[in-house]
C-alpha cells in the first residue's frame, strides 16, 4: 500500500446522498478474481447516462471525490473501494460514510474526511463552476485548502492516519511485527501438545 501524506488535485462533485456500494459497482461486476481492472465499471449504471459526472472529460482523472451523506453505504463489498482507488480516486470528502467502506478505504490507502455539510456544499458547488479548482489535502496536519483563503480541519483516527502515513495494510502491519514473531515460532512447540518424545517431556516440564 502506498503512503499518503498529500492529495493535490481537481475534484470530482457527485452531489448525490446515499451512495451504495452496489451503485458504486453493480453485483454482475464482482465475479472478478483480481483486485484490479474494477475501474472502467464503477457507477456502471448512471454512467450510461452521457452527462454523468464521472463522463464529463473535465473531471478525468481528478484524485479527489465530493459526495454526500452516507456514501459508500449498503454492503460490505470492498469492490466499490477497489473500483474507486482504479478510477485515480485518492480522498472522499463527504458529510458522512457507510462505516464498513470507510473501513475497507483504510485498508488500500483510499483517504476520507468527513466535513460539516456546509463546507461540502461549498466544495461541491465550487467544482462544479470551477472543475479545474484544486484542493489540497494534508494528512499529517489533517487539513483541506483551497488557496491561502479557506481551509478547514478534519479529524481522523490516530491508527488509520498512522496506517496511511505510512503505508501499512495488514499484511504491512504484521510483517512490522516479523522480529517478535519469529521469536515466538522459535519457541511456540513449548505451548502446545505433542505425540513426539520430545514435546511430552516439554509438557511434563511445564
Known sequence: MKEVKQVRGNAIPLNRADVDTDQIIPK???????RTG??????FDWRKDDDFITNRPQYQGAPIMLAQQNFGCGSSREHAVWALEDMGVEAIIAP???????NNCSKVGLL??????????????????LPEGEI???LENQTVMIGSDWSRQFKIDEFVKHRLLNGLDDIGITLANEEKIS????????????????????LKIN
Open 28 to 34: 454482475q461486476f464482482l465475479k472478478r478474481i483480481e
Open 38 to 43: 474494477y475501474g472502467e465499471f464503477a457507477f
Open 96 to 102: 458522512s460514510f457507510g462505516d464498513i467502506f470507510r
Open 112 to 129: 476520507t474526511i468527513q466535513l460539516d455539510q456546509d463546507d461540502v456544499d461549498y466544495l461541491m458547488s465550487r467544482a462544479e463552476e
Open 136 to 138: 489540497v489535502i494534508n
Open 183 to 202: 521469536s515466538f515460532e522459535e519457541i511456540r512447540s513449548i505451548f502446545l501438545p505433542s505425540t513426539d518424545q520430545a514435546g511430552q517431556d516439554n
